[in-house]
């Protein structure tokens, strides 16, 4: 017990906590995909995915399917779910449901720029963007031409404005540019979502902080990792490290000289709940990182809705649903691919 | 007398033929040889591009992010056609511009090629600085070499972003492999028709 939810919380929350548990029902269980695994077909998968909540969403795809075309209809019911819980909701939790949505906003906003630098036709990437991450005046974003435009036509009227402060320049955009301003929107995103959370107190502040926390030190590994052998400086990247979590700041300080794999891993195995992780890795190896991360990742989801008057469940539902999307994507490619011996590399149970 | 020479010629000729039909039949070896490799080559490619989606997101690794701009290519193909020195043509693959002169690409490619398939492993390291340092000793240029292909590599693999997985850096190298794989399934693919003209050649003077 951290206050006195139990007495307020069902007022406001009530309904939608249970709609949310009643979603969460919904969840692929270990034998479902192990139906998944076997179909020989992407036409198998349809067929089997008709008996789940998915159903309505394939039923109406000729064939024959592709495996972007099952994401995007499992990725339509996760939108449809999540614009009923959110016309519904009351503050603080309207604004708790919005905040899950900014990460998808940042990944279409950079999105649409790096496709324009590519010159790329701007009704093209808006089909590939996020749902989730939409907003009004998305198209405008191809006019821009530095990131101070970028924040005075289009941003400045967003949630993501606020964010934007640590990285206008007048510089021009290029590949580099937009993967700092990236990570660094995503940096000041889970900053002010972590310190919402806090001031939301109780078993919400609670779950939602340790949730957050790992998912910073997650990006911070993720950083590390994919700016091995490039151009980004010590300095640079100790700067897209986020100012909370585990890892901050003396784990941070290590991650930033490390120059290979093992390097990481000796920063990580310092800390008790990343020594596991890193375990289950062979020396030099990373390719089943990402795995690990997600299956430690679902395991606090799931131990969210342990408890009950809390907003972390919101979060972990709509995180658990991302996962089985990818799930789904993944048993998708290694049908389509023939390579159902490689389906369990990446498939990871919820239930 | 003219007996044994006679002998001597048809056993001459015998063997000949028998060094076409063997020529032949070693390149449709190492052609088939060549197709599988290919084959698996691409198989692993595609199914670390599917990984390297599922890891760093489709948004990230999307067709609607390749850069449409003009811009030179990193890598080219030469071919040496027939003529009366050459029996057949000849395909020589020069990776990552790493240098206007054609002869010496074709070596450094080579050079490249053979250093980043033997150092192709699961890990993400790019840079190999016990590697650089004793290649150091012996000479400049291979870490040049070395450090100015993998600048081209990450720089067309810049369009999915400056920071990309693992993943996708290992699916580059599979292409990569199955691009070299192509190109030398080619050089067979001329010399299995030059033995193939030979054998038919062979045949026709017997009959």
Same mark, same amino acid.
């Given at each position: 017990m951290y206050g006195f939810e139990a007495l307020t919380f069902n007022i406001h929350g009530g309904y939608l906590e249970a709609i949310v548990r009643g979603y969460r029902s919904g969840l692929l269980t270990a034998a479902d995909y192990n139906n998944l695994c076997q179909c020989e077909t992407l036409d198998d998968i349809k067929m089997h995915l008709s008996a789940t909540e998915y159903g309505p969403y394939l039923q109406n795809?000729?064939?024959?399917? $592709?495996?972007?075309?099952?994401?995007?209809?499992?990725?339509?019911?996760?939108? +449809?779910?999540?614009?009923?819980?959110?016309?519904?909701?009351?503050?603080? =939790?309207?604004?708790? #449901?919005?905040?899950?949505?900014?990460?998808?906003? &940042?990944?279409?906003?950079?999105? &649409?720029?790096? @496709?324009?630098?590519?010159? %790329? +036709?701007?009704? *093209?990437?808006?089909?590939?963007? $996020?749902? /989730?991450?939409?907003?009004?005046?998305?198209?405008? /974003?191809?006019?821009?031409?530095?990131?101070?435009?970028?924040?005075?036509?289009? =941003?400045?009227?967003?949630?993501?404005?606020?964010?934007?402060? *640590?990285?206008?320049?007048?510089? !021009?955009? +290029? !590949?580099?540019?937009?993967? &700092?301003?990236?990570?660094?929107?995503?940096?000041?995103?889970?900053? !002010?979502?972590?310190?919402?959370?806090?001031?939301?107190?109780?078993?919400?502040?609670?779950?939602?902080?340790? /949730?957050?926390?790992?998912?910073?030190?997650? %990006?911070?590994?993720?950083?590390? &990792?994919?700016?091995?052998?490039?151009? =980004?400086? %010590?300095? +640079?990247?100790?700067?897209?490290?986020?100012?909370? @979590?585990?890892?901050?700041?003396?784990? $941070?300080?290590?991650?930033?000289?490390?120059? !290979?794999?093992?390097?990481?891993?000796?920063?990580?195995?310092?800390?008790?709940?990343?020594?596991?992780?890193?375990?289950? #890795?062979?020396? @030099?190896?990373?390719?089943?990182?990402?795995?690990?991360?997600?299956?430690? *990742?679902?395991?606090? =989801?799931?131990?969210?809705?342990?408890?009950?008057?809390?907003?972390?469940?919101?979060?972990?539902?709509?995180? #658990?649903?991302?996962? *089985?999307? %990818?799930? #789904?994507?993944?048993?998708?490619?290694?049908?389509?691919?023939?390579?159902?011996?490689?389906?369990?590399?990446?498939?990871?149970?919820?239930? | 007398m003219q007996t044994s020479e006679n002998g001597m010629e048809s056993t001459n000729e015998l063997s000949e033929s028998d060094r076409h039909i063997l020529n032949f039949l070693d390149s449709m070896d190492s052609y088939l040889i060549l197709m599988d490799s290919l084959s698996s080559a691409l198989r692993q490619g595609w199914l670390e591009l599917a990984s390297a989606r599922h890891s760093m997101g489709a948004s990230r690794v999307s067709s609607a992010l390749f850069d449409l701009k003009s811009h030179n290519a990193p890598t080219t193909l030469q071919v040496n056609n027939a003529g009366p020195d050459v029996e057949f043509p000849h395909f020589t693959l020069c990776k990552w511009a790493l240098s206007s002169d054609p002869e010496k690409r074709s070596e450094e490619a080579k050079f490249e090629e053979d250093e980043m398939l033997q150092n192709k492993s699961n890990s993400p390291r790019l840079q190999h600085p016990e590697l650089q340092e004793s290649k150091a000793e012996g000479g400049g240029s291979p870490v040049t070499i070395g450090n100015q292909a993998q600048k081209e590599r990450l720089k067309s693999l810049s369009m999915f972003g400056a920071l990309v997985s693992p993943k996708l850096r290992s699916t580059q190298l599979s292409f990569e492999k199955a691009l070299e794989a192509l190109v030398e399934i080619s050089n067979v693919r001329a010399s299995l028709l030059c033995a193939y003209d030979q054998v038919q050649k062979d045949l026709k003077n017997t009959t």
């Open positions: 795809e000729p064939s024959p399917l $592709h495996t972007t075309t099952i994401v995007e209809k499992c990725t339509l019911k996760l939108v +449809d779910e999540y614009k009923h819980m959110l016309t519904q909701a009351t503050e603080p =939790l309207s604004t708790f #449901l919005e905040y899950i949505t900014y990460g998808h906003m &940042i990944d279409n906003v950079v999105l &649409i720029v790096t @496709g324009t630098l590519h010159e %790329r +036709d701007v009704q *093209e990437l808006l089909e590939k963007c $996020h749902p /989730l991450g939409m907003f009004d005046s998305i198209a405008t /974003l191809a006019v821009a031409q530095n990131m101070r435009e970028l924040y005075r036509l289009v =941003l400045v009227d967003t949630p993501l404005a606020p964010y934007f402060s *640590e990285c206008i320049t007048s510089e !021009d955009l +290029d !590949d580099m540019n937009i993967e &700092i301003m990236r990570n660094t929107l995503y940096k000041a995103y889970l900053e !002010d979502f972590y310190r919402f959370c806090q001031k939301l107190g109780g078993a919400t502040a609670e779950i939602m902080c340790d /949730l957050l926390a790992f998912e910073a030190d997650r %990006r911070a590994v993720n950083i590390t &990792i994919n700016s091995i052998g490039t151009e =980004l400086t %010590r300095d +640079d990247r100790r700067k897209l490290y986020s100012n909370f @979590g585990l890892l901050y700041p003396y784990g $941070h300080e290590e991650l930033a000289v490390c120059e !290979d794999i093992d390097q990481v891993r000796g920063a990580m195995e310092k800390y008790p709940p990343y020594q596991s992780i890193f375990s289950k #890795l062979s020396y @030099g190896e990373s390719q089943m990182l990402d795995k690990a991360f997600y299956e430690e *990742e679902v395991k606090r =989801l799931c131990l969210a809705f342990e408890q009950q008057f809390h907003y972390a469940v919101f979060f972990a539902y709509m995180r #658990l649903r991302e996962q *089985e999307i %990818r799930n #789904l994507m993944w048993i998708s490619e290694c049908v389509a691919q023939n390579q159902k011996a490689r389906v369990h590399d990446s498939v990871v149970f919820i239930f | -």
